[in-house]
């Protein structure tokens, strides 16, 4: 698994990769990364994207983390249970649905289980999760999958101005002269932060100062959009 540096490194490179462009790529503090090259030293900030960002901490984060974790041990379990001769789909409620113990989810999606035992597909087992797909494939180890629902709600430009704020403030600290100043919000690391960037709307009221780029990248598929501002200024 990579480090958040090494996520944060990776939005640079894909950007710098996709818009064809080279640079070294130096690890500092803050900001994140100084790159050098073409005379320039730009400093580069990297966050992450969520639709709830704050200083402070995501609930979606926060929520995605109580999933993989239910995740892991409800997985554990069905392979207790069904070490070979199935395949398990596990499918998940979106993001927003409520909070519980892990511990009794887990209780709760055998307990349903064993009430369902003849059936291929269980609906709503637990709390977060919408159903359970069981199916026989003969004598091979059981395979396990996940799967998690989408709310699918338009993304919006003004979910990027909380971490814009937040940057801008912390970039206005740096200790060092820069040529330039970029902000790179990944998008794509975290299942809680995906979005399509081609699907966000009006993205030219997004206004900033002090910073010469400000760039989406998708590090999926590296896909990338600059925001443009009459604000802008050096």
């Known amino acids: 698994m990579l480090t958040t540096k090494e996520i ?3 939005a640079v ?4 990769q996709a818009s064809d462009q080279s640079y070294e790529v130096e690890d500092f503090e803050s ?6 090259g073409k005379g320039k030293k730009i400093g580069c900030e990297v966050t992450e994207f969520y639709p709830d960002y ?12 109580y999933l993989n974790n239910f995740h892991q041990k409800l997985k554990t379990k069905l392979l207790e249970y069904y070490p070979q001769g199935y395949t398990i ?32 597909y269980i609906n709503d087992p637990s709390k977060n999760s919408r159903g359970i797909l069981i199916h026989k494939i003969g004598d091979f180890p ?28 912390l970039m206005q600290n740096w200790n060092s002269t820069f040529s330039e100043k970029w902000l790179i919000i ?3 690391p975290s299942r809680a932060g995906y979005i ?4 966000i709307k009006n993205l030219d009221s997004v206004k900033y100062i002090l910073w010469n780029k400000i760039i989406l990248i998708d590090i999926h598929f590296a896909d990338y959009i600059e925001i443009k501002s009459t604000e802008h200024r050096l």
Do not use: C, H
Not at 13 to 16: F, S, T
Not at 31 to 36: A, G, H, K, N, T
Not at 146 to 157: E, G, H, L, V, W
């Open 89 to 120: 789909g596990i499918n998940y409620k979106p993001y927003m649905s409520e909070k519980s113990s892990t511990d009794l989810e887990v209780e709760s999606v055998f307990f349903n289980i064993k009430q369902s035992i003849n059936l291929r």
């Open 54 to 65: 704050s200083p402070k901490g995501s609930d979606l984060r926060q929520r995605e983390r």
């Open 186 to 188: 990944s998008i794509g």
């Open 31 to 36: 900001p994140d990364f100084i790159l050098r």
């Open 13 to 16: 490179e894909k950007y710098l």
């Open 142 to 169: 059981t395979l396990i999958s996940q799967m998690i629902a989408s709310d699918d709600i338009t993304p919006k430009a003004e979910w990027l101005i909380p971490m814009i704020e937040s940057k801008t403030k």
């Open 196 to 199: 399509s960037i081609n699907r």
């Open 8 to 10: 944060e490194r990776l």
